[in-house]
């Protein structure tokens, strides 16, 4: 199970990457930045890291304004 922003539990799957996450979620704004178990995943690499079992993974959305 992956807990995501501290209250939504996905399923598992072995190889689930970032993007597969984000994916899954909905989530498609451009702006957004994620930690698993609180290490900052550079966007380049979210195609790329696999995520664990049991991990904790939070999605920001970032704002700017002017």
């Given at each position: 199970?992956?807990?995501?922003?501290?209250?939504?539990?996905?399923?598992?799957?072995?190889?689930?990457?970032?993007?597969?996450?984000?994916?899954?979620?909905?989530?498609?704004?451009?702006?957004?930045?994620?930690?698993?178990?609180?290490?900052?995943?550079?966007?380049?690499?979210?195609?790329?890291?696999?995520?664990?079992?049991?991990?904790?993974v939070?999605?920001?959305?970032?704002?700017?304004?002017?």
């Amino acid at each position: 199970m992956i807990l995501v922003n501290n209250r939504d539990r996905v399923p598992y799957t072995q190889g689930m990457t970032v993007q597969d996450l984000l994916d899954k979620m909905g989530y498609s704004y451009s702006l957004i930045t994620v930690t698993v178990n609180g290490t900052l995943v550079p966007k380049e690499e979210y195609d790329y890291f696999v995520i664990k079992d049991n991990s904790s993974v939070n999605v920001f959305h970032l704002a700017h304004g002017g």
